[in-house]
């Protein structure tokens, strides 16, 4: 029997455990643990493939969060975020400054233009919205005078990287209408909220 050596959390409860999984003998036969404290398995996401937590993710599973956050090594965070703001900004530089009604007369170079001048908002947004959302504890944290050890600064930041997948969707904006006044526009609105509003309760709630 061999197992595998490094801190794990319950998707859950929260409550450390010493391993997800355990794997016995040359066959490799491998069995989930459960959680002692709620009984359940600690992480049931880490025999899964990334498409079926991904899919979870959409359907506002706060434990595919905490897959990801609390017992998964995915790595390259930065990628995600840098892919996510790139979508953005080409939507709203569709949106506002025009790819149907640009006149015939303005050059590509005004284009180019515009599409930086639109990278530069999505970027002092994005920093200023995590600013913000990493405050929030931060401050409750300076009130109450404590600081829990399980909580992580890094891990909340990552969980609102992945939580803005949902600014992918806002291609679908291009297929259905540049107009913003479009109601179909309002479904990716709703889902980027439910997306980082989960991404948050799912982690403050079983780390604080």
């Given amino acids: 029997m061999s197992i595998r050596s490094r801190s794990y959390f319950c998707i859950h409860c929260g409550e450390p455990a010493p391993d997800i999984l355990k794997i016995y003998g040359k066959d490799n036969l491998v069995k989930l643990i459960e959680c002692t404290t709620c009984g359940q398995l600690v992480d049931k996401f880490v025999e899964y493939d990334l498409i079926i937590v991904i899919i979870n993710l959409i359907l506002q599973e706060d434990s595919a969060y905490r897959h ?17 703001l790139m979508t953005e900004s080409y939507c709203f530089w569709c949106f506002h ?7 015939q007369t303005e050059s590509f ?59 992918i969707f806002e291609l679908c904006r291009l297929i259905w209408s540049y107009s913003s006044s479009d109601p179909r526009m309002y479904f990716r609105d709703g889902l980027v909220v439910m997306s980082y509003t989960q991404a948050y309760k799912g982690y403050i709630m079983i780390c604080c």
Avoid: D, T
């Fill in 68 to 84: 990801l956050l609390l017992n998964s090594e995915l790595k390259n965070y930065w990628k995600l975020g840098l892919l996510f």
């Fill in 109 to 167: 170079y005004e284009l180019e233009v515009n599409f930086y001048q639109s990278l530069i908002r999505s970027v002092v947004n994005s920093l200023s919205f995590h600013f913000l959302i990493i405050s929030i504890p931060f401050f409750k944290f300076w009130f109450l005078s404590q600081h829990p050890k399980q909580f992580s600064y890094l891990a909340l930041w990552k969980g609102m990287i992945i939580a803005g997948y949902a600014e």
């Fill in 97 to 103: 400054k025009g790819l149907e009604n640009q006149s």
